[in-house]
């Protein structure tokens, strides 16, 4: 757990003032966000920042982080925000290069809680190479909250001769997953209905762009990437078909599953295809493309898992399916309601 | 009141599911926000959008909104958030080009709520000629929200020639005010404490591109501009004076509040130098572009009012001073604590 970084002579918990614009908005600023982030934008301390050209086609994102609990197995609240907005831009094809933060703060909230979160978003941001550029603190009174909120956006800078779109994908070409599946999600779910496997499960939050950009340098005809978080493979791979017009076909035998996630899935009667991950993804790769794609992800820390989990048919346009370790094959449909509440 | 843009083929209020990355979250999104701010790169529905080059130093900004209520007279919480981008980034001298939108929605909301919302950022956006190109859509349990809060960030391109930069200002420096102030919090305050006026006081929520547009057009080398939202125009001059090492002095007389806005400050003990504005600027300019300055101000038809309020001078480094209308002076100093909480 960090330490506060400087001493800080105000309340100890967040009160309405810290978001009035006075002085505790600044003092919450100055001693607690700023040495967390600093950086020759943000120190510019404007109503915005004001950044070096890029060259290139931009990529922008956001993402609004409500988990819960803030913090959990293998991470917390502050790197998903981070991880998040990261590995966004890195399934456009780009270099994330600036990060905003927005926090919605609870009254009551313990500024300890707040100075961890900083300290955790401060050292993701470091591993995964962005800057924190400019942000917003908000305050709502008791009750009208929950702790802690938070909204980060990033620009990044497409690399060139990459094309993401998923327009591209064509029967034939193969769906390449980084690593084993619904970590994140089961992790969070343990802690929440007090399920102790030991060791305890991990989410599996992580910057992928260090990765991202391993497979481009070897693979840059990509045809279209994701993140498979909210909604888990599913989501993601019907996305895909949808927009693409194409049937992804995922087979079931090669979908790594990691063995303590795989036993809570049963326990809890969940299917891993929909539950969340912060730290793999999905690639769709011409089929000539699939050894050299995976050779490099291998060679990455984060993709020695990394295996082809399914291929593009041209059977049944804007479908997803499952071929079952038997041999048949069904529909895998999105979930219709809400399976897992503030996984992220 | 707008009516929804679709048949809307789910429940009347929001739900848990809403939130999922599942059916339901995908019908929100097709059928309710998607349609309300179509574009080609929203339409892309990628993790993130994928935007042309930009020719020269990028601004990005974001900010929350937590504005209780979420409708008030002249406004509401969704043109809010689109106008407090829009002019984070045209303060930094920037032309706003895209936005990102992060909803944050409470359990039972209810889905024309949103609606009403989506339809005032959609049309917000228009006037102020940005696109919506990326965002997201969180949903919290009942009691652990607000209805909705909303954080925008925004992308724009600088100017060329203009180079916005507090430690600019210099002695001898005049202050531009755009417009009456303090008439967004009053308005607020009013409707919260039941306070009748007729007409009502109306927020002065605007976008202030075009605005800022006019002056840089006659004026390229405004040192700095700020508007004056939390903490009001003191909040404002108080940063600018401490990051320029300078002394900036306002004149009472010289400081427009319509009369309504004047009296319910008189009634609420409120001095409206510390009421936030969300449509109003100051700028800081050489004392020979002040003509030229308030000249393109007044063309403009947000401008209409537009006045010097005060000068820069070298004497008390980082300081706030009123010249009063009795010919004394007061240092100014940030609030201590909360004054008007959720004013934005």
């Known amino acids: 757990m960090s330490s506060c970084p400087l001493p800080f002579d105000g309340p100890s918990v967040i009160v309405l003032g810290h978001g009035s614009g006075g002085r ?69 094809g780009a270099r994330p290069l600036y990060l905003s933060v927005g926090f919605i703060l609870e009254e009551g909230l313990p ?22 550029v400019c942000g917003d603190t908000k305050v709502v009174e008791r009750g009208k909250g929950d702790q802690m909120f938070i909204h980060t956006s990033g620009v990044g800078v497409v690399r060139e001769q990459v094309k993401i779109d998923a327009r591209r994908v064509v029967p034939g070409d193969k769906v390449l997953l980084s690593g084993p599946i619904a970590a994140h999600g089961i ?8 399920l102790e496997f030991v060791p305890p499960i991990q989410s599996d939050t992580a910057p992928l762009n260090g ?9 840059p005809d990509v045809r279209v990437m994701r993140d498979p978080t909210r909604g888990g493979v599913v989501s993601a791979l019907t996305e895909i078909a949808v927009r693409a017009g194409v049937e992804i076909c995922v087979w079931e035998e090669s979908i790594p599953v990691d063995g303590a996630v795989a036993g809570a899935c049963e326990l809890l009667g969940l299917d891993p295809l929909h539950v969340a991950n912060e730290g ?19 060679a990455h820390p984060l993709g020695r898992e990394a295996t082809v989990v399914g291929e593009v048919t041209g059977e049944h346009r804007g479908l997803l399916t499952l071929r079952t370790r038997m041999g048949g094959r069904r529909m895998l449909d999105l979930l219709a309601g809400e399976q897992l509440p503030r996984i992220c």
């Open 111 to 132: 500024v300890e809680t707040l100075v961890r979160v900083v300290s955790s978003m401060k050292e993701a941001a470091e591993r995964a190479g962005v800057r924190i």
């Open 211 to 219: 990765l991202v950009d391993a497979l481009l340098d070897a693979v």
């Open 187 to 194: 992790a969070i779910l343990c802690v929440r209905d007090g």
């Open 24 to 92: 505790l908005s600044q003092r919450l600023l100055e001693q607690i966000i700023l040495p967390g982030f600093r950086n020759e934008w943000l120190d510019a301390l404007h109503d915005g920042a004001i950044l070096p050209p890029v060259q290139g086609q931009l990529a922008f994102s956001a993402d609004g982080y409500v988990v819960r609990p803030l913090f959990f197995p293998g991470g917390d609240i502050g790197q998903l925000a981070v991880h998040g907005t990261v590995n966004d831009l890195a399934m456009c």
């Open 280 to 298: 793999k993804f999905l690639a769709i790769v011409a089929a000539e493309d699939v050894e050299r794609g995976l050779t490099a992800l291998w």
